[in-house]
């Protein structure tokens, strides 16, 4: 073989081996996949994402940057705040101030049997301490507290019996001044728990001037009357401990169920958003609300703030709200104009009940199409991640294709 046949031969053999190049074609496929990812990530999951690390306890960027901005802004008077002028124990009234620690609590209550209903008459009898529209209040003292307690309902009636069976006596052995508000949403359209409690919230205070607000689903009954219904100076979470989940706390973000803010801390935070209709993520919207209105927040005593929940089959008009994570993540933003300063709704009935006050409100209809609901739920998830992983190993293959690894990891030659 001669030398120029031998150097012809070797120069192929160096160019075979350092041919590493891009091939375009194959780089300008693998970027365009990447790209959808992105889109199905963001539009897709992006909010199933947030939401399960939201209740996985992981501490997210932007749940963070709400706390270390508490700091900065706790100067500033974003919805009209005062701090809440919670009793002093000065009280120029002839009756004594009630004791913080009431004396005639019993400790763990008898709820009854579950799938027994209550009558409502009976009720009506046994309970003549109740003024009509459920009002009460402590004749051998002054109660510390205006309490109104805010339900939202449809079409539960019997856990309605259930709730007002349990709530009475022992907001009596509480000694408390109270009323109990059912807001009761009308016709058969997509509910909205949220708004009611905001027209609970509304409405109450054209009753009476309270300074309290009890927040509460209508199937949860307190096991114990020492989980005292008072406001503090942050809101407080009284339900931490349902036996729906073993009386543990699902996720450190959840604040719902039965909670207590004063008038000045409800109306700091806005109140509730007005636009999850159908179940799901309006408490956490709320913890988000908390949090940016630099409030803080406690739960009550563990031991003690134990509840019970009444089984009851899915409600057709009430399921899950296909946008709620995204609502969710956009809380802080939104929470400026979403809530008590544009909430709009018409009273359709206002009648005080013996032992409740029944305030039938028509909150509208939802702004989006209550038929989508497949969004959000286990089928999508799992066809949404099947979709990015296949996305995945579509832009595996055209990235090796396009010899992107060869080049990252083994630099071009000269020769």
Not at 25 to 43: G, M, P, S
Request: charged share 25%; aromatic share 10%; hydrophobic share 35%.
């Amino acid at each position: 073989m001669s030398l120029r046949h031998q150097y012809n031969s070797s120069k192929g053999l160096v160019k075979r081996r350092t041919n590493y190049g891009l091939r375009a074609k194959w780089l300008t496929l693998c970027i365009i996949l990447f790209a959808i990812e992105l889109v199905i990530v963001y539009f897709r999951i992006h909010d199933v994402i947030l939401v399960i690390s939201l209740h996985l306890n992981i501490k997210l960027d932007w749940i963070r940057g709400l706390e270390t901005n508490c700091d900065a802004a706790s100067d500033q008077n974003l919805f009209n705040y005062a701090n809440p002028l919670l009793p002093t124990g000065e009280d120029t009234s002839p009756i004594p101030l009630c004791p913080d620690s009431p004396p005639y609590l019993l400790g763990k209550q008898d709820l009854g049997n579950e799938n027994e209903d209550v009558d409502m008459n009976s009720l009506i009898k046994n309970y003549t301490h109740v003024q009509a529209g459920g009002r009460y209040q402590p004749k051998e003292c002054t109660a510390r507290h205006k309490v109104a307690i805010i339900v939202p309902h449809r079409n539960r009636e019997r856990h309605l019996r259930q709730f007002l069976r349990a709530i009475h006596p022992m907001m009596e052995r509480q000694q408390a001044d109270y009323g109990v508000f059912v807001i009761h949403q009308t016709g058969t359209g997509t509910f909205n728990k949220a708004k009611l409690l905001n027209i609970g919230y509304t409405e109450a205070l054209k009753e009476d001037n309270y300074d309290c607000f009890i927040f509460h689903d209508v199937d949860l009954l307190a096991e114990d009357d020492r989980n005292l219904y008072r406001c503090a100076d942050v809101p407080r979470h009284l339900s931490v401990g349902i036996d729906k989940w073993d009386y543990q706390l699902p996720y450190d973000a959840l604040f719902g169920g039965v909670i207590a803010m004063t008038k000045e801390q409800f109306n700091r935070v806005n109140g509730y958003s007005n636009e999850y209709w159908g179940w799901g993520a309006e408490d956490d919207d709320m913890y988000v609300r908390i949090l940016h209105s630099c409030l803080g927040l406690e739960r009550a005593q563990y031991d003690v703030a134990k509840y019970r929940m009444a089984y009851h089959p899915s409600d057709k008009s009430n399921r899950v709200n296909p946008y709620r994570y995204t609502l969710l993540v956009g809380a802080a933003e939104r929470q400026r104009r979403d809530g008590l300063n544009n909430l709009h709704y018409s009273v359709v009935d206002n009648k005080r009940m013996p032992l409740y006050t029944n305030i039938t409100a028509d909150v509208g209809k939802p702004p989006l199409n209550p038929k989508t609901n497949s969004f959000g739920n286990g089928i999508d998830i799992v066809v949404s991640i099947s979709l990015l992983v296949l996305m995945l190993t579509m832009t595996c293959c055209t990235c090796v294709k396009s010899r992107l690894p060869h080049v990252l990891l083994c630099p071009r030659r000269i020769p």
